[in-house]
């Protein structure tokens, strides 16, 4: 029950039913904590902070991750406190606390790095590079965010592929603002054209499986012919748009 209650609150968070998803976070929390399910507790506490943070409710969501940051410690895992770190980096900028967002994002990194992590290391690298932005630290910012975008270019794609984080233009869209601030339009035009054609390519390339159940011999080799075209031709303008 209190994973079907957590799977449902996702689904209304997603929907943007933040009251729904809340109550059903809580119900779940609630049995899990009975429970003693320690991993539970910590995963729903999470998400918890994840909904504060989309309504811009800052506080209780840095409450939810450091409620969720000692268990995850006492577990053992690794992953679970990088992605809270990353978390209590975003939250801490949000709140204005630009130093505090870079110590808790670097630590998220360093975690993220050993691990391959690319997902959680974009976002925190993001983190790290807005609040460079935020301090007139403008070519820390630059770095920092070149270094996240590489790391998103390098998260999985495909079916049966799972990250936390999966906002691969937020880095992108993070540099293309330092750049305006610049007034460096051209720049920040390339940047813009990048991630739009980098976002086809991980459309059309995927990881390259085609699906050609019930199709004829014939026509499972055209479906797959056709396929490795449009990847072609994504990759190509990727190409042309860095050069």
């Known amino acids: 029950l209190a994973r079907d209650l957590g799977g449902l609150g996702g689904v209304h968070l997603a929907q943007g039913q933040f009251d729904i998803a809340l109550e059903e976070y809580r119900r779940s929390l609630a049995i899990r904590e009975k429970q003693d399910d320690a991993s539970g507790v910590m995963w729903t506490l999470i998400h918890i902070g994840i909904l504060h ?17 000692p268990l995850a410690e006492s577990q053992g895992d690794q992953v679970a406190v990088c992605t809270i770190l990353g978390l209590r980096g975003r939250n801490e900028l949000a709140r204005g606390q630009v130093d505090d967002a870079v110590t808790s994002s670097r630590l998220a990194t360093t975690i993220a790095e050993r691990l391959e992590l690319h997902d959680v290391l974009a976002f925190a690298r993001t983190t790290i590079g807005r609040a460079h932005h935020r301090a007139g630290r403008l070519e820390e910012a630059r770095a920092e965010l070149e270094e996240a975008i590489a790391a998103a270019d390098r998260i999985p794609v495909g079916p049966g592929i799972e990250t936390f984080f999966d906002d691969r233009r937020g880095p992108y869209l993070a540099l293309v603002d330092l750049l305006v601030s610049q007034d460096r339009g051209a720049d920040a035009f390339t940047w813009s054209e990048r991630a739009r054609q980098r976002s086809l390519a991980v459309l059309l390339g995927g990881d390259g499986a085609v699906v050609v159940k019930g199709l004829s011999a014939e ?25």
Do not use: H, N, P, W
């Open 53 to 69: 943070s989309a309504q811009s409710r800052d506080a209780e969501a840095l409450e939810s991750y450091q409620r969720a940051l």
């Open 219 to 243: 026509e499972g080799d055209e479906e797959r012919r056709l396929a490795k075209a449009a990847r072609t031709a994504a990759r190509i303008m990727c190409f042309m748009v860095e050069i």
